[in-house]
């Protein structure tokens, strides 16, 4: 069975920073291509970064330039680095695996909520 | 960029009644949209790409369909399950931009 499980998110400061992980089974982060989407409290879905099977990273223009997205193929995880965070980025944060051909999420994990607030 | 709009916001629906959702592009796009149920607390899950495929293990009452830069997600007959949010969502060739529309609750009546 596929399932992707996150972990690393909690509370913190305006300006900190968090790294998020996503431990998969049943698939190979490396194999696939791999994202982030989040949830803002009361707010719909928002893209976040994707990971492509060939390494390129493409993130959103709201996190641009503090996010980074990563995989670790040994243990199997994707990660998220989140840096200068603001209050805006306080969601529940998915990972997801992207379908072969690029346009959709076909795999979602539990979330986890990060909360920035002093 | 490619806004998607959604209609309507919510709908109010019995067991057993059809449900049609609407999303709209803001220009000419390509087939690579997919529709999404989230029920809150529990991760989103993918019901069509490509405007009309459904993903695997999806039951045949969820259809897609496409006129133009208007898509439609067609329940044919409500289950209880199916009471929740539904996203659609769109992926811009190049550079790759994911967009989500802004969801359709569809509750009890």
């Known amino acids: 069975e596929m399932q992707l499980v996150e972990s690393g998110g909690g509370l913190v400061q305006p300006g900190g920073s968090l790294r998020l992980s996503c431990a998969a089974s049943g698939f190979t982060v490396s194999g696939n291509h791999m994202a982030w989407v989040r949830q803002a409290p009361g707010k719909g879905l928002e893209w976040v970064s994707v990971?492509?099977?060939?390494?390129?990273?493409y993130h959103a223009d709201s996190v641009k330039g503090r996010f980074t997205i990563s995989r670790h193929n040994v243990n199997n995880t994707l990660h998220l680095q989140m840096n200068s965070l603001r209050p805006e980025d306080t969601a529940v944060y998915y990972c997801a695996r992207v379908l072969q051909s690029g346009d959709a999420f076909d795999v979602w994990g539990q979330g986890t909520l990060v909360s920035v607030s002093s | 960029e490619i806004v998607l709009t959604q209609s309507p916001a919510t709908l109010s629906l019995s067991l057993g009644e059809r449900a049609t959702l609407s999303c709209r592009a803001s220009q000419s796009v390509t087939s690579y949209l997919a529709w999404y149920q989230h029920i809150p607390g529990q991760a989103p899950r993918l019901l069509i790409h490509h405007a009309f495929t459904r993903a695997t293990g999806v039951p045949a009452r969820f259809s897609g369909s496409r006129s133009g830069s208007d898509f439609t997600l067609t329940i044919s007959s409500l289950e209880p399950e199916d009471f929740a949010v539904y996203y659609c969502q769109y992926r811009t060739n190049w550079p790759p931009i994911f967009t989500f529309g802004p969801g359709t609750t569809v509750d009890i009546k």
């Open positions: 990971i492509y099977a060939g390494e390129d990273t």
